[in-house]
């Protein structure tokens, strides 16, 4: 009975056409990824909850569209991480290893609040863009979609941010 249930438990191994050295690379370049977009999702939602002041109705409002988007990449990126067969880091302490973007300890204002998701979302950008390459060298179109999907998404996320910040607004 016992061999019975443990040829089930075999696990099987994975064969998507790319090989386990370039699928654990590409991996961690997708850690490196989710903890940059788990900071930067921690802080958006952060100030989410905290913005103040004359322009609270509108930020309110994009940081809840940017912190939302972020927690549908996160799980997207930590299922691709496990289809191609590694473990997803899922802890603060994981990501802070990890991460490029600085964590919030304070409640910054609001112009403070759109300065650092700028710099966070182009921190993020260039985290993506250094991935880029390993993707097509292992041949993984999938990750190399992600990628490049984020990358549109926080390049229009940085505009928007850009374009709400004071020198903006006294145009």
């Keep these: 009975m016992a061999n019975k249930i443990e040829t089930h438990l075999v696990q099987h191994p994975i064969n998507i056409g790319i090989e386990e050295t370039m699928r654990k690379q ?16 921690l802080k958006t ?8 002041g004359k322009m609270f109705r509108p930020l309110h409002s994009l940081f809840e569209e940017q ?16 289809a191609l067969g590694e473990y997803a880091p899922g802890s603060l302490t ?19 609040m759109i300065h650092n998701l700028i710099v966070g979302n182009e921190a993020l950008l260039v985290t993506a863009r ?24 926080h390049e229009k996320n940085a505009w928007m941010l850009r374009s709400m910040a004071p020198e903006a607004r006294s145009h």
Aim: aromatic share 8%.
């Design 45 to 52: 939602q952060n100030y989410h909850w905290n913005v103040t």
């Design 94 to 112: 994981a990501f802070s290893k990890l991460t490029s973007i600085k964590e919030e300890n304070a409640v910054p204002n609001a112009d403070e």
């Design 130 to 153: 250094t991935n880029i390459h390993l993707c097509d060298e292992a041949e993984d179109d999938v990750s190399l979609g992600i990628i490049v999907s984020r990358m549109e998404r």
């Design 67 to 82: 912190y939302l988007d972020l927690a549908e990449a996160i799980d997207t990126i930590a299922e691709r991480m496990r």
């Design 26 to 41: 590409v991996c961690q370049g997708l850690a490196k990824l989710l903890a940059d977009s788990y900071l930067l999702y």
